[in-house]
């Protein structure tokens, strides 16, 4: 042994293998906003915009939409849509109807000129905000709650709903909410005065004969408001789920059971109610199997019935993100707003119920409808939300092979499903583009119309941030040496580590004004995010090419590759850490696993 | 000879670490330190020869220094290796200033050098001086020019297998796993610096400066 400086003779050390790791590959309890990130499991995200817990339980960036069909021709907006027949139907801001068929190719269906070529020749619909639908007995049915009712025949003939007997709709109800249930067609939601507590119940079997309508009829109206315990007794909604009907008042529901006679006499059966839990939208309540889905101002509620009772009963659903659901409710502060704006899908090939809500009462002012997703697959136990922003659809419709499609504007899009063939993987695929350089503009919008509409899309922002981890050991100082991930795809993703509860950059006082390097009186700027993590670094995800390989690529390389098993040195001194992982999606991407290596210290932090 | 930035590279992959320059962002600057620590501490084991120069000095007469600037050449009084007064074989010792008061020596031949101190102002640019300083002519130096704090572009002369095998043995310790890979590097290291000495040391050194020729003879 040499004798130096360095190595005096006879020195000795002590050398065990001390170095620990902990992996995190548990991500079931998805976005959680209620419980303090001090005290959480990593099974929860603080933080999850644009992710979803894949089927395979790994963390994956959302699908993304392409453009499927444009009826600007006909219509100014579109207010809502319905999948019928093979048709996706399009009701517009300006009253008018239009049919997309598979192929994403328009047609009109109804406005004042077919209108006109009725019997009588009646005008069309009028300006229209609001409209709902019911599929019954093979027909669509559209309320808009300002026109008498449209019926859309298989073929799409479009046609005012009417008593088939008597041909007239003088008596057929102009409501807002309808729903087929059972053998009947209701409508609720009347803006009459005196009439919003008022269910209209169709006769037995058919959908445009109502009261006053020549017999045979059984048609009934029944005014729901002194049965209502609390609150408003507007009604706010319909639902169903299987023999039960569901009333949706401001702070209560009214559940009911239709089909029940004396003698001959249509008694509807509401004798139950459900007391502080209400609806606060027709549009957001989902029938999924056995429950049912809806919102009121204060979160997401299911209502199930009881297994050996028989009993309705309700369960919040949403008590993990409360406070934000809550936030992005109140900037709706309007209740037309809320009724006409804030919807909901159920997309059952992923078991997701998706909440749209938007961050404004006006069209004007509206530049985002925030999307609140909650995963529910009761038999891979799942029951998680996730966060889906930078998208402005208002409306939305589930097609008969579950694919999901989204409108916005005149436009109606596809989301891609994650798990076939016709996988997306970024936002706005053939009607917005990216530079050269393959960014979008700073609001994650791009230049519309595109010069390829193969090669267009703007990309997803993705973020997922973990609570805080002690890694079992709160009172221990923690040395960490290396980082390993399990990652699924291409895109590359920036990892960050935050220390010791230091998240936000407190040197960092705001963005200059634009127009000059001026600041406000105290000093500060606009308010901007501004991180200050111990450790940050890119990789490429585990199916990525790797560093070099990439040709012409992110700048001549192609980033860090975590499929390898060699080590990546991720070093930082803590008591505690933080992860978040955020990035640009153009590419798939999922996370499997994060494993960190790190060595146990005293409890003094140096 | 490989540049920094190379040797890092070549630490990485020793240390089954994924590659690539700017790839570690986290290991980079511990390794470039690390083999930055052992170039300086095997630096002063030796007078490596690829770093060693010999010149030669004018004494100002006054102040006891040269009149060259030294600051680029002897950046650090343990960098000079041995000072001949010329035409001598006879080395200048350095000051015993414990049992000699420099001051009682006097004359015009350099008689013992020291280190200029934190006063002298011309402690960078001359880093010794002569005693006494009325000493003219000149002296012959030989000294080591240690290089600045390696750039990753940097080439580093010196041996790349000591640096990597030291760097990697300093960071598997750090690391708090696998004693065994530790313990090999660690040797591994010892043993290349051990060989270099012996190489070093390797060769015919004569005893003293007259017989470095035997065939070489004058008769009186």
Redesign the interface.
Known sequence: ??R????PKGAK?N?????LDATIRDYSGGWNVVDNDLNLDTKFSKILENMQRGLDGANEVRPGTVLFGDTSEYLDEIINCEYFNNFIVCVGKNGKIVSVDSRGIVREIWSDDWAGNLAGSPLGWDTTLFVSFAVFNGELIICNGVNKPVIVSTGMNVIYLKDLADNTNAFTPIARFVIAHGRYLVMGGSLTVGEEDKLFISSTDTSGTWVGNSDPNDAITVNLGSRVPSGSHVIKGLGKFRDQMMVMFEDAILPGTLGVFTSSTHTPNFTDAIENVGGISHRITQTVGDDMIFGDVNGVASIKRALISGSVTSDRASTLIDPDYYTAISQVDSTVAQEDKIWSLWDSANTNYMLFIPNAITDAETTEYRCMVYKRNKKLKIEAWQDWRGWKFRSGCRSSLKDIFLTEGTQLYRLGDQHDESAVYQDYVGDQEMWEDETPFTDYSGFTPVADAANSGVPIKFIWELPWSDNRERFLVKNS?YINFDTVGENDFTVQMFTDNIYDDILDFGEDWEEDPLKFDDSTGWDVEALDPA???VFVGGDGPG??NNAFGNLYGGG??TR?E???????KYKLQKFRISGDATLPLKFVSITL?Y?NGSGRMA | MSTLSQLVTRATDRLSMVSGTGVQVYAEDVLAEMIQHKFDVLFDEVFWPNFCSWATYTLDGTLGIVTTDLTSLVKRFDDIHVIFSDGSNVPISKLADTTTNPFTITGTSARVYEQLGPTDANKTSRVFQIWPKTATGNIIIRFRTKPDTFAPSTEIDFDDQALILGAVFDYLEDDGTNPNATNKFQLLFEGRVAQLKRMYNSGSFPLDPFSNNIESFTIA
């Open positions: 042994m040499t130096s400086t360095m190595f050390i050398r065990q293998s001390i170095l040496r450790l940050e670094m560093f070099g860090r590759p390898l060699k080590l990546y040195a991720w070093r930082a290596a060595l």
